[in-house]
């Protein structure tokens, strides 16, 4: 099975500032299509997860632009540009390129 | 706004079984892969299992297979995972997604005895 492993496991950051979570798996992600089936998602305490980011880089519809993804093969990276009060919760990579789909044990964001 | 509303949680001894269902609405059902993933109180997230758009290829985690069965009903726009043989471990909310799409809120099935 593929490990993702995520770097910090908590980030107290200062709302205004950037925030910056790295994902790092065990093996490519690369699939045999061309296509690198990483994925960010966001959960919110007491709320269920919710799609950030897929195949690295995509926002999902009606996330904010100040979420970006980049990376490649084994290394990856959720950049926050300027952190708002809404963004505290736990982040979660997701690799979706080979079965078993592997998620990184999750970063919590808090407000400093 | 596209929904995904899974039902069908609840409390059931060590063995026994459940069927979950996730209805969706207000997208094409039938031309996405769906997920089920869950989250055991207090820890991360973990997948469960995949269906294609069809139905056709079905993939599953070492810590359910041959237990849990993932199908679909693509007239009713709903997707169902059969749980047998559960264990305390399998206790935590269940969700189902659509691949690289959105999230539902969750059922949760305890089991306890």
């Known amino acids: 099975d593929i490990v993702m492993t995520q770097t910090p496991l908590s980030s107290p950051v200062t709302l205004g500032q950037p925030a910056s979570i790295s994902c790092r798996s065990s093996q490519s992600l690369v699939h045999s299509d061309g296509n690198t089936y990483l994925s960010w998602l966001q959960q919110r305490p007491g709320q269920p997860p919710r799609l950030l980011i897929y195949k690295i880089s995509n926002r999902f519809s009606g996330v904010p632009d100040r979420f970006s993804g980049s990376g490649a093969g084994t290394d990856f990276t959720l950049k926050i540009s300027r952190v708002e009060p809404e963004d505290v919760g736990v982040y979660y990579c997701m690799q979706a390129s080979q079965f078993p789909h592997t998620f990184g044990q999750g970063t919590k964001l808090e407000i400093k | 706004q596209m929904q995904l509303v899974e039902s069908g949680g609840g409390v059931v001894q060590p063995g026994g079984s459940l069927r979950l269902s996730c209805a969706a609405s207000?997208?094409?059902?039938?031309?996405?892969?769906m997920h089920w993933v869950r989250q055991a109180p207090g820890k991360g997230l973990e997948w469960v299992a995949i269906?294609?758009?069809?139905?056709?290829?079905?993939y599953y985690s070492d810590s359910v297979r041959g237990r849990f069965t993932i199908s679909r009903d693509n007239s009713k726009n709903t997707l169902y995972l059969q749980m047998n043989n559960l264990r305390i471990e399998d206790t935590a909310v269940y969700y189902c997604?659509?691949?690289?799409?959105?999230w539902g809120q969750g059922t949760l099935v305890t089991v306890s005895s």
């Open positions: 269906i294609s758009y069809d139905g056709a290829n079905k």
């Open positions: 207000e997208f094409t059902f039938r031309s996405y892969a």
């Open positions: 997604a659509k691949r690289d799409g959105d």
